[in-house]
């Protein structure tokens, strides 16, 4: 099948002449929408033109295959080797060739070829990875170990790269960074001698990676579970999606089988791809409206029971030996006898009755809950009872990531945007069209975060439309811009050298995003986006780093910051930090003690939500050190300097209730240092280094920059890096603390693969006090067994618990560890440990899932290392892509 047909066999593509007429650099024209007829004919003609030598040089493994599918017995035929297909390839397209005569007639025959060889019968495998074989059953390709435990599909792509060959760039070219799949240039260096050769297949071959990359090897979910235009999509089809999603490790395949199963439902369902897209990130709304799943284990278990009628003491035994709650509703659906065949779930009715169980709270709302499962469970089939189960539980854990979604929804709109429009698009163009497309959603993205608003301008509008229709808008917070940490004032100076920057205190307080505004008048977005479900009547609203709405925890925030509003100020967007404080006050002995900070341990005591103003103990002050927005403009695009001054130009310090961060522009790091001292002797963590001017300089919302730095006094003093781990575990004590956990085990998160990697084993930091309270948050999170999605390696707590509890904690540096699994196949075979943890403060600002990840802590070793040897220099840069 020629290259065109493959493409364009699902899109209703159809291939351009196949007179010989020459193209442009060789591109053959994708029509969409042509009549069928017309595609019959030129897949006709399109086989006939791909045997022309001039056209395209077939290998002997290629033509065994071709004579045997005209015979019509194509799979009798022995397949050739892949490092032999490999072999015969590169000779052909130009590779390396020790003889000379052979290397001259190479370049005679390249100079006629007008595309890379695409190879109907070769895997995705094969073509990306060039002599790697298929996996056989039960090997690593698996996500689970054969002893059950989830491996990270980080740790896997790792582990196979060391054993394979340079992916060959006239086919397929390893993805570029947008797409998430790391290139091994030291390797491609060492096989590739001709320079010169390389960049030139290179770029004949990038206008093809993408598409060939995605679409070359078809599947048949979309095929598997059909269903009419105008219907209700069948859960049954994304739960197959699922299945494909989770039996495969390779990023190209999994956003392929997304990207396919997007199309269809844009081009059945339209109404119901809103809904799909939810559920394949496992949320019911935007993060800010607060409405989740994560519904207990021991719910869950009695809802299997009552519902497949089975012993709950069976179902718990069930569940030791797998470790799967969702499988374990598979088995017991399996053998749950049924008088009639009930009618097949819907997207539409499971995202319902998803959304009923999530809202539903007060009297007997447990038993409700219940009833609402068994609903689900009664009239599911085959896997999905393990998705419906898994996703009440609030992880998918299919290795589906938020931000593969999000490149599979620029493609889909892109590919049924170009077919609904019947356009004319040769592979680059189309290349180019996906490229410009994904980074417009993921912009759009990171502005607006709510798919409610996103996801219908796409349709209605397509990516332009979308880009000018969804821009920042009061009332829905962004994804905070964060900074890299750095161990040496030289780093910094290093970093910035010959630019301009500034130093800002580090504020221990939790970081704030203050929305200001008046519901229905944001500039240039829709009446919908203005005013949000949630959106408070009083104009103002206080999100935290995680998109939780604290204008409850905070009323007193609520009332302070408008006295701080000059009065041509209609509406704004402010980055800050709330920090506890103390006002002036006499002591005992009647002398002044002048206002100043309180450590975040005293801003911690006070209670999520429901906080009434005569319960305040602690009182608050903001602390604003950006401008995202005013009056109706986004400002995200300026840089630093310019924010900064109109942020000073509207807005007032007001004594106890507002101010300004304390910044420095510093040029010497004798002047960081002195800054840095006296940040901390008025209570700081330490500094924030920021570029000030320039493009360098505007905000990157949802990613951890390199332009912006942060020193903190641990980081200086030798102490090491501070993480946010997750409390997964827990160890009884013994002696002085008997009857309470004596340490504690912790994790990072991994979300590509939705794992719990553990990282150490905590006991140093605690009070009395401290161990006390610590048994009473644990101990109704305790577990009957370790999670299927817990990979710990050798480590073994006494008790697990639930993923709910997130410390920061301080360590001296990190090893190499044959017990622990965090950022296992990374760095090394081995998982990566802190030595000397220390426990600093509990992090209630943050959700397990913001945890510190395996690439951070991979991150980390590597800057120690080279920290270590040479001063170091910085980490590349990472966000939410």
Known sequence: MARDQQIGGFFGAKPGPSDGTKKDKGQSKLTFGAPKADNAASARNGNDESKKPQD????????????????????AVPQASSSKLAEETRNTLGGEVDDADQGEERKKRKSRLKRPVIIESESEEELVNDEATPAPSGSSASKTSPNGKAQSSKKRRVEEDNGKAPARKEAVEEEDENSFVEQD????????????????EAEEGHAHKKIAAIFLKPTETVDKIKWKAGEAVP????????????????????????TKLFVTVIERSPDNFLRVIYLCINRLCPDYEGLELGIGEGLLLKAIAQGTGRDMKVIKKDLEAKGDLGLVAIGSRAKQPTMFKPAPLTVPAVFKQLKEIADMSGNKSQD???????????????????????????????????????VALAQSIVLTGAKKQKKRLDTEEMTNEIARGTEVVKAVY?????????????????????????????????????????KAITEVLDRFEGKAFTCEYKYDGERAQVHFFVPGEAKGSTSKATTPSTAPKTKLAVFSRNSENMSLKYP????????????????????AEVTAWKKEEKDDKGEIQPARLLPFQELSRRKR????????????????????????EPLLHLDLEARRKLLREHFQPVPNDFDFATSQDCT??????????????EGCEGLMVKMLAGEDATYEPSRRSMNWLKLKKDYLSGTGDSLDLVVIGGYYGKGKRTNVYGAFLLACYDADSETYQAVCKIGTGFSEADLDAHWNTFKPLELSSKKGYYDVGEAKPDVFYEPKVVWEVLTADLSLSPVYTAAKGLVDSRGISLRFPRFIRIRDDKDPDDSTSPEQIASMYRAQATTNKSGGKGEAEDDFW
């Open 446 to 486: 990171s502005e607006l975060p709510n798919y409610d608003l996103v996801v219908p301008a796409l349709l209605e509008s397509g990516i332009d439309g979308c880009r000018a229709a969804c821009k920042l808008t009061p009332g829905i917070p962004l994804k905070p811009m964060l900074a890299k940490p750095t």
């Open 235 to 258: 859960y049954g089809a994304l739960a197959a999606a699922f299945a494909e999603i989770e039996a495969t490790t390779k990023r190209l395949v999994i956003l392929e089988i997304l």
């Open 668 to 681: 010497t790091v004798e002047e960081i240092q002195t800054f840095l001292d006296i940040s901390v002797k």
């Open 56 to 75: 395209r040089v077939m290998t002997s493994g290629e033509n065994e295959r071709e004579e045997a599918r005209r015979a019509g017995q194509k799979e």
């Open 556 to 575: 007193d925030l609520v009332e302070q910051v408008p006295r701080c509003i000059k009065p041509d100020v209609k509406s704004f967007v402010l980055d």
């Open 368 to 406: 409700r809950k219940i009833g609402g499962i068994k609903k689900l469970l009664a009239a599911s089939q085959n896997d999905e009872p393990k998705y419906i189960i898994r996703s009440l539980e609030g992880k998918l854990r299919i290795g589906l990531a938020e931000r593969t979604v999000l």
């Open 185 to 200: 240039d030291e390797q491609e260096e060492a096989e590739d001698e001709d320079e010169d050769e390389e960049k030139a």
């Open 609 to 632: 939500k429901d906080v009434k103003a005569e319960d305040i103990v602690v009182k608050v002050k903001l602390f604003a050190f950006d401008l995202l927005y005013l009056n109706g």
